[in-house]
């Protein structure tokens, strides 16, 4: 069986920047064990797998080590190739996950804008292990979903100089790290590390602002916000509280296109060839 995939770089207008993900799309569901092995293959933060036609799609995100209840990045690099290599005519894509519901996609000009759900946090106490892992001091910490942790840090500067601890940072049983702070030429700026799944740090997170955007929109006082991802790549965000919805716009360049190879009579074994 051939299945024909993609890479995306999202959350860029350019080239080498923003954040890789494969897109894979599929005509029915593979096993989940080929599918996560054709993500640890692609070795990316994210590989996303749809199924569906006329802008109405199931999709699923993983890993190299784990599927993930929602990703951003993947989500509009999917977009991206449903509009530009699919040739979907209209400007709406409607995704959905089982794990978190409906998700919209639209074309606004150049801009693709991700409909996504906001997340509220809880303020806890900071703790000398997440400091040691970081190496900084947090002003403030709270608890994020699906087992993450949001830090404060006084500065941009303090977060583009971080050198976390990886191997620390796995050992806290956090699935995600959000480190933010005011931004500099930008409303806000942030990184992300997850080792606990695989990732030690993820360029640019779409899925992260929506737990970011809700909190600086009430400290800012205002709901339209562009937030800078200061990771090696960078990435640019242009996003919007919108009652209990986080939209998340960005562009996306198509990097690769190729061929997966899956084996009919072994589901787990697939080869990578590209074009």
């Known amino acids: 069986m051939e299945l024909t995939i993609y890479q995306v770089d999202a959350f860029t207008s350019e080239l080498f920047g ?5 897109v894979v799309p599929l005509e029915d569901w593979l096993d989940d064990e080929t599918m996560q092995r054709i993500a ?17 799609y199931d999709i699923r995100w993983f890993t ?3 599927e993930v209840n929602l990703c951003g990045h993947a989500t509009l690099a999917s977009a991206h190739v449903i509009f530009t290599e699919l040739n979907l005519q209209g400007d709406r894509i409607d995704f959905h996950s089982d ?9 606004c000009g150049g801009r693709l804008i991700l409909d996504f759900p906001a997340y509220t946090i809880t303020e806890i106490a900071s703790d000398d292990a997440l400091a040691h892992a970081l190496d900084k001091v947090p002003v403030n910490v709270w608890s994020a979903i699906n087992n993450g942790v949001m830090v404060r840090l006084e500065t941009e500067r303090d977060v583009r100089e971080l050198e976390p601890d990886f191997s620390a940072l796995a050992q806290l ?56 991802q200061v990771s ?17 716009g960005g562009n996306a360049v198509t ?16 080869s990578f060839k590209g074009a």
């Not at 923003?18 to 494969?22: F, L, T, V």
């Not at 960078?234 to 919805?245: I, Q, T, W």
Request: negative net charge.
């Open 18 to 22: 923003g954040n890789p993900a494969a």
């Open 173 to 228: 049983g956090y699935e995600r790290v959000y480190v933010t702070a005011p931004g500099n030429s930008s409303d806000l700026a942030s990184r992300m590390f997850a080792p606990k799944i695989g990732i030690n740090e993820d360029p640019v997170t779409g899925a992260m602002h929506c737990t970011l955007v809700p909190y600086w929109a009430g400290e800012l006082g205002k709901n339209e916000l562009f937030a800078r």
């Open 99 to 107: 794990k978190s519901g409906a998700l919209g996609v639209e074309r």
């Open 232 to 248: 090696k790549r960078g990435g640019e965000l242009f996003c919007e509280l919108v009652g209990d919805r986080v939209k998340i």
């Open 255 to 270: 990097y690769l296109k190729g061929e997966i190879f899956v084996a009919t009579d072994m589901p787990q074994a697939a």
């Open 64 to 66: 190299p080590t784990m």
């Open 40 to 56: 640890a293959e692609n070795n990316l933060s994210e590989t996303a797998f749809f199924v569906g036609s006329d802008g109405k």
